[in-house]
């Protein structure tokens, strides 16, 4: 990903979760291991979403958002026992989808960014289908940092 990191603040981040470092998320070298960070974001994307009313099941027929792509940039370590805080933010919205930013912080030290691709997706159709205004603006209300649009 490679994208510059230096920037990233827990400030920028409007929705945040906290979540432990459980004693099986380490790895023999005793720190966490890169695959729980995929966990520990799409915790934060899920409670995201949930808050726009753009995971729940009863609105299928609707739509809904699938994840794309993801990609993380792991900058520090991070040991048993910790508590960390996940921000969740969209960075862009385009016709159908949304760029996403998620920043794993341990206090106010960044120890990863990662940054996915969100697709609005019709399930009906089994196509990618417009970003609902109403979510739109339910995202644009919510960032401290407006989308791009």
Request: no cysteine; charged share 25%; proline share 3%.
């Amino acid at each position: 990903m490679s994208t510059d990191n230096t920037r990233i603040r827990l400030s920028d981040f409007a929705h945040r979760i906290e979540l432990p470092v459980r004693w099986g998320d380490a790895d023999m070298f005793g720190h966490v291991n890169n695959a729980k960070y995929f966990t520990y974001v799409e915790s934060g994307r899920i409670d995201y979403l949930e808050t726009l009313g753009a995971v729940d099941g009863s609105r299928r027929e609707a739509g809904s958002v699938i994840l794309a792509s993801i990609g993380a940039d792991f900058i520090a370590q991070v040991r048993y026992p910790a508590r960390l805080v996940v921000g969740t933010r969209i960075t862009k919205i385009g016709r159908s989808s949304m760029g996403l930013l998620n920043g794993v912080f341990l206090g106010e030290q960044l120890v990863l960014a990662a940054r996915g691709t969100l697709v609005w997706f019709d399930y009906a159709s089994q196509k990618a289908a417009a970003v609902p205004d109403e979510v739109r603006a339910a995202i644009v209300a919510r960032e401290v940092i407006a989308p791009e649009m």
